[in-house]
């Protein structure tokens, strides 16, 4: 089920430059919107195509974009949210970085569905080269009238800049991301009012992700029922998956909604399958946020069908025996790899990442992280594992924003489903130290799976 | 401190044209939107690091409080309100990376550096970093320098890069650069 859609011309020579992008039918869906459709048209268009937020939660494109307020006399913004962080995710800029021409159609496209006239990319700053890469781009379009002022003789005009943060995790929450954007620190705001509502600068506005954009130019082209076509149920069309951790082939695949986890990690058009013949062990197939699975679960479910790269087939379960596929980003554990290890990693960046504006998140992250390093460091306790639940309890639910949660469910995914694992370090302090991975569950899903 | 106060820094006029630039990419009286990206000029320009004086300079240049400069200077991460080396070794630690060995990288570093994470080698050359993920997890171990990441890591890769920039002349010192 290879099936490319965004990707489709990304190795092209030259498809970085206009005139090769442009010669491979770039733009058609600046002409055809403006040419021949209204921006209701547009807008939807992208609510047929059950196109889903890719930026990790997963919300209906076009049901957003009927949100956006219409005030006369109000000036409406688009933002697109390059900031890319989640660890595990690297698929945008792997797109920008390849077909930077496909993002700045997009937004042209979605500009005018939404009735904007001046639109942000906002880019973590640590990808200052894809800065440069995106700004050459958009002064090729400037160049050949498809920005600036009566693009194409009509009366839309759109001007499109790049705005680089400073290194933020935080700055990926839309409304951070809209508070750094004005200049302040990424800190988000309390919900009501929402972007859709009261954004930047006040104005309404729309937040979108890198790959929702640049599925709108296709969606305009082919037509909704076309993209829709493509997957499976209220899944549909392609996804970016970028794999990581202990695979043989490692990056970015365009995957039609519906692939098998199974044939995803394993087969050589993909994945490749695990280096050495080591055995599959567990994976977090939606970025860090996202709770790990064992491998027998993230093959099948708890019913015992296979699992599939859809949002519904991989929250199957709930959080009891499913996860999410969140932004994409899968990650991959091997045998040798130490659970306890990759938990603590992670509770150390979502206290680094924590803006501090709420107690729950601000302190309860550095609780796990400190509980979760003297586990990691052979000077746990067997209450720390209750503890470590009880906090990530009370942050959970309790917070502004959603980091909140992003930093609670990992850790108490790992510990329902690797429990043994770090009673094995605690109480084995020594031999955790020396050889650092438990043992856990290992026998369990190994005789179920047969991996 | 000294020289600093009789030489305050001033970005050259091929700078103030890109600020101006800049400015100009949002509405009228939204000018303090420039700043994250007017402070990453300044600290590449004078030194690596941002001091009092420069963020001053900055709020200058936008009409805004010195206040609203720090605020943001102390919030990101890529802003470092301390002298770095010349070279600002920053490898990914998080644990995406980890499963495909960035201790061992961090590790290699320090030995062949002879300083641990957050220290600056004598001669003002190297200063190594850990930093949370980067977006580079299926290329790991990686590390970041400057305006480029190093990805897919060996210690031949580590060995050739930091023995290329050992031998670049003396980096200037801030002040000298300033006009
Ligand atoms: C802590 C946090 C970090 C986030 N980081 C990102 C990010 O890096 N990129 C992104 O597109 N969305 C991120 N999101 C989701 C955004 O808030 C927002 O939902 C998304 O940009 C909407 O775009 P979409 O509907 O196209 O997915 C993050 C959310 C949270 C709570
Ligand atoms: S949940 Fe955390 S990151 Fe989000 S606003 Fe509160 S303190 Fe900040
Ligand atoms: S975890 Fe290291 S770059 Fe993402």
Redesign the interface.
Known sequence: MSRKILLEHAHVAGIQGYEIYRKMGGYRSVEKALKSLTPEEVVDEVKRSGLRGRGGAGFPTGMKWSFLAKPEGVPRYLLCNADESEPGTFKDRYLMEKIPHLLVEGMITSSYALGVQTAYIYIRGEYKWIVKILEKAIAEAYLHGWLGRKILGTDFSLDLYVAPGGGAYICGEETALIESLEGKRGNPRIKPPFPAVKGLWQSPTVVNNVETLAAVPVIVNEGGDAYAAVGVGRSTGTKLISACGNLNKPGVYEIEMGLPVEEFIFSDEYCGGIPGGKRFKACVPGGSSVPILPADLMLKNAKGEDRVMTYESLSDGGFLTGTMLGSGGFIVFDEDQCIVRNTYTYARFYHHESCGQCSPCREGTGWMEKVLHRIEHGHGHDHDLDLLVDISKKIEGNTICPLGDAAAWPVAAAIRHFREEFEWHVRHPQEAQARNYGLGRLEIYYGAVGV | MEIMAYNPPRFSEERLAQVRKIVG?F?EG?Q??????V??MAQEDFGGHLTAEVMDYVADLLA?SPI?VY??AT?????NLKPVGKYMLEVC????C???GADKTIAYLQQKLGIKVNETTEDGFFTLKSA?????????PMM?CG??YYENLTEEKIDALVDAWQKQPVPPKAWEKID
Do not use: D, W
């Open positions: 990419q509405p939204r303090k939107s420039a700043l994250i990206r402070l990453h805004i609203e605020e943001v919030f990101y991460t890529m802003f630690h998080t644990g995406p980890m499963l495909r949370e993920c980067l977006g580079a997890c299926g290329y790991a970041q305006e480029h």
